[in-house]
């Protein structure tokens, strides 16, 4: 009995484990799916039940300090480092988040979206842009500390 009793805590264990390194809320390194070169780092986070990301490092070389240049409104010349780029998406129970918000400041535009883990590889984030019916899908790389 003592074994089994033991047996059932490691796989508690291990699944307690395994269900959090697949967790959404993380850092990630944005890859351009052009160029393949990394972008910057994202920090994915909840706050009231919904998603919500912050541009908290800027990867490409000489773009360190990039401002927003091409926005409107209260975005127009700001600092792209801070930016938060996704906002209020919702967990459609699935593992995948909708939302309306995903802001590419190079471009000044805001895009629906879907995001989700690569079922294949939980370090592996795919963030899908809508504009209409026309999509484009990145793949997001779990930063590792």
Same mark, same amino acid.
């Given at each position: =009995?003592? *074994? *089994?009793?033991?047996?059932? $805590? ?37 706050? #009231?039940?919904? =998603? ?6 800027? /990867? ?13 409104? #209260? ?7 801070? =930016?938060? !780029? ?16 995903? $802001? #590419?400041?190079?471009?000044? =535009? ?12 939980? #370090?592996? /984030? ?6 209409? $019916? !026309? ?11």
């Amino acid at each position: =009995m003592k *074994h *089994h009793k033991l047996l059932l $805590f490691f796989i508690g264990l291990f699944l307690i484990n395994f269900s959090y390194g697949q967790s959404i809320f993380d850092e990630w390194k944005t890859i351009d799916d052009r160029t393949g070169k990394p972008k910057g780092v994202i920090k994915i986070y909840k706050k #009231d039940g919904q =998603m919500y990301g912050d541009i908290v490092k800027v /990867l490409e070389e000489g773009k360190e300090n990039f401002k927003c240049t091409k926005c409107e409104g #209260d975005l127009k010349d700001a600092p792209v480092l801070g =930016m938060t !780029i996704i906002k209020g998406a919702e967990d459609d129970g699935d593992g995948e988040w909708k939302g309306k918000y995903l $802001f #590419d400041p190079e471009q000044a =535009m805001t895009f629906r979206c879907k995001i989700w883990l690569n079922p294949d590889n939980p #370090d592996e /984030l795919k963030v899908r842009g809508y504009l209409a $019916f !026309i999509y484009r899908t990145q793949t997001w790389i779990r930063v590792k500390d």
